[in-house]
């Protein structure tokens, strides 16, 4: 089964730095498979972990009545969500210069939409 809604990697045959994010946020969310979520598009898990801290820290700063100081938005979490997007994508289509679909090989088809 064949599903591929991205343009880039129709015109190109290539991956975007945007292929397998909604299969990593499926096997995140729906399946509870963080391992192939980071394995499928790693910069999903990394934002929902990033998330997860700001949120927790808000919580705490609020709860504790703003005794404890809050997470500031750090530019340098951007980078790295950036960082983590580019070297994605170089590595998924080195696999897919050299003929291996790395994408097809770790994603269950359940996983695909």
Same mark, same amino acid.
């Given at each position: 089964?064949?599903?591929?809604?991205?343009?880039?990697?129709?015109?190109?045959?290539?991956?975007?730095?945007?292929?397998?994010?909604?299969?990593?946020f499926? =096997?995140?969310?729906? &399946?509870?498979d963080?391992?192939?979520s980071?394995?499928?598009?790693? /910069?999903?898990?990394?934002s $929902? @972990?990033?998330?997860?801290?700001?949120?927790?820290?808000?919580?705490?700063?609020?709860?504790?009545r703003?005794?404890? =100081?809050?997470?500031? &938005?750090e530019p340098?979490?951007?980078?790295i969500?950036?960082?983590? /997007?580019l070297?994605?994508? $170089? @590595?998924?289509?080195?696999?897919?210069l050299n003929?291996?679909?790395?994408?097809?090989i770790?994603?269950?088809?359940?996983?695909?939409?």
């Amino acid at each position: 089964m064949e599903y591929s809604g991205c343009l880039f990697r129709k015109l190109t045959g290539l991956y975007c730095p945007g292929c397998g994010g909604q299969r990593a946020f499926r =096997a995140l969310f729906v &399946f509870g498979d963080p391992i192939r979520s980071f394995l499928i598009h790693p /910069v999903v898990l990394y934002s $929902v @972990v990033v998330f997860a801290i700001y949120f927790i820290s808000v919580s705490v700063h609020f709860i504790s009545r703003r005794r404890i =100081a809050i997470l500031r &938005f750090e530019p340098a979490l951007v980078w790295i969500a950036l960082a983590i /997007v580019l070297i994605n994508w $170089v @590595v998924k289509n080195i696999f897919i210069l050299n003929g291996i679909d790395i994408l097809r090989i770790i994603t269950p088809v359940r996983y695909i939409v």
